[in-house]
């Protein structure tokens, strides 16, 4: 009997043991995933400079050259959580760079302001390093809005805080992020890296003056950078690389193109809040009684669309937030909005025009065993970007309004019906009754026993004595020889089959 007890220990052991490995080579073996998206990035930047490395990933992957569709407003918050979460920004919340919500009666600016507040952020909404980590993934997401807070009571396994690295210069962001891949104790299976140029270029000097071909060169170098470091630490062939940007970019005559509110409104001004900046502004009248006399008044300059919120395109997916102001002005391209003109700023280029404006269309490069090889896709809304990579993940989506009717034209990969996992058929054991062999011959039974016994028992040894060892040689084995078999998800809701998450007020609050 005690012979009996020691073998089931020890096979109970040894089991434990093999599963540890097992987990902790997991996510080792199957693809990872990177995205990365460079700010303001528009989609024709490509054609302005050399740039060979962007080149020969689009030559051997996937390829959107009419540029992908950027979510209104084409901020920068806005469509970074877009991306993350696969919601346009009237479902996820973060409805602009600088907004006001009523709920909490409290202002939020581009991160400066309750960027490290969950009651902006944890909506209902999930970022995609939330839904990897919920399936037993690790992330890693690097200067990326809505990462500094606990988003379903989740933060990343690792992150750098955004706004809080101007002076580490790209490539030494690409090294920290491949750091987190190559880890040794705690490696990611997915990381996120947020880049802020040519974003600031742009706006500083617009986004067809020369000094655009140096950042865009820089930016072209910073991706020969990656290439390089995934070469180097043998993941280029396994690494799904993901390149798109937040929005686009067009020139502004910030001294002649100006649409001034105050000399609009008049004495009205004093009967209303002006919420963000130009060239999409929130108008908050102090009584609803004052929102049709504001609205009329606002209506009368030609440079500009002015909307009640009600009234708002529906193609535009922005009305349905308490966060979204009961009149919304959208100044036509190359315009600015300012209540006087004491507000100009001395900037060449700017963002958060309507989407409907081919400069406001951002790029996509995608890169990877999942991705075809020189595959030109149709445009497409960067809200299915989350779709696509739990696709290629193999995730189970959260809600979101993403669909894969085009994103999935550019895999190279079959997607079968995921198939459930086969349980061990046959044959009884203790509750199973039992006519096998080891029932009908006792005498086999035992001898097998003993045998198991012996070999339970030298396994233990070995596998105490050489349990660190063992398990880097099992990693790299499996790293070796074994590729993740890619099983498709439910493809995601559409925007008109998606129940909206902030049609509960609990979830603004």
């Excluded at 929102?291 to 349905?320: C, F, N, Q, W």
């Excluded at 193999?394 to 309004?401: D, R, S």
Aim: charged share 20%; aromatic share 8%; glycine share 8%.
């Amino acid at each position: 009997m005690m012979t009996m007890e020691l073998a089931k220990s020890i096979s109970l052991s040894i089991l434990l043991i093999f599963t540890t490995f097992d987990a902790s080579c997991a996510f080792r073996d199957e693809p990872l995933t990177l995205l990365i998206s460079f700010g303001g990035f528009r989609w024709d930047y490509l054609s302005k400079a050399n740039t060979p490395n962007f080149d020969q990933l689009i030559k051997d992957g996937s390829f959107a050259p009419d540029g992908i569709v950027s979510a209104f407003v084409t901020d920068t918050f806005p469509n970074q959580h877009t991306i993350a979460t696969g919601l346009w920004p009237e479902s996820h919340g973060i409805v602009a760079d600088e907004m006001y919500d009523p709920v909490l009666d409290d202002h939020f600016d581009n991160g400066k302001t309750g960027n490290d507040s969950s009651l902006w952020w944890d909506t209902g909404a999930e970022p995609i390093w939330v839904t990897n980590q919920r399936r037993g993934g690790k992330s890693g997401v690097y200067d990326w809005p809505g990462a500094d807070v606990k988003i379903k009571n989740t933060l990343p396994n690792f992150r750098n805080s955004i706004n809080s690295t101007d002076t580490v210069t790209f490539n030494e962001r690409v090294d920290t992020v491949i750091d987190w891949f190559t880890s040794t104790e705690n490696p990611i299976n997915m990381g996120l890296l947020y880049l802020k140029e040519p974003d600031h270029t742009g706006h500083t000097y617009g986004p067809d003056a020369p000094e655009m071909v140096g950042v865009i060169s820089m930016c072209d170098e910073t991706i020969g950078h990656l290439v390089q470091r995934l070469r180097e630490t043998n993941l280029y062939n396994k690494t799904n690389v993901i390149i798109t940007s937040d929005h686009g970019m067009t020139a502004v005559d910030s001294t002649d193109r100006l649409i001034v509110l105050k000399d609009i409104l008049g004495e009205i001004t004093d009967m209303l809040d002006i919420i963000g900046t130009s060239p999409v502004v929130g108008i908050r009248p102090h009584d609803d009684k004052f929102t049709r006399i504001i609205y009329t008044a606002l209506g009368s300059d030609e440079h500009m669309s002015v909307y009640l919120k009600d009234e708002i395109p529906d193609e535009l997916h922005y009305k349905k937030n308490p966060r979204i102001m009961p009149i919304i002005l959208v100044a036509n391209e190359g315009w600015t909005i300012v209540f006087s003109r004491d507000d100009v700023k001395d900037q060449k280029g700017d963002d958060g025009y309507s989407n409907t404006l081919k400069s406001m269309s951002s790029f996509f490069i995608a890169h990877g065993p999942a991705f075809k090889s020189n595959f030109s896709s149709l445009s497409f809304n960067n809200v299915d970007i989350y779709a696509l990579i739990c696709q290629i993940m193999g995730l189970e989506a959260a809600p979101n309004n993403g669909s894969l009717a085009i994103v999935s034209e550019m895999l190279n990969i079959t997607y079968p019906t995921p198939i459930k996992p086969t349980t061990s058929g046959g044959g009884g054991g203790a509750s199973g009754g039992g006519d096998g062999p080891d029932d009908a011959n006792p005498s086999s039974k035992h001898s097998a026993l003993s045998q198991r016994l012996i070999i339970a028992i030298v396994i233990a040894g070995i596998v105490s004595l050489t349990s660190a060892i063992f398990l880097t040689g099992m990693c790299i084995r499996q790293h070796k020889n074994r590729m993740k078999e890619y099983t498709g998800v439910p493809t995601a809701r559409t925007y008109e089959a998606s129940k909206l998450l902030v049609e509960q007020e609990d979830d603004i609050a």
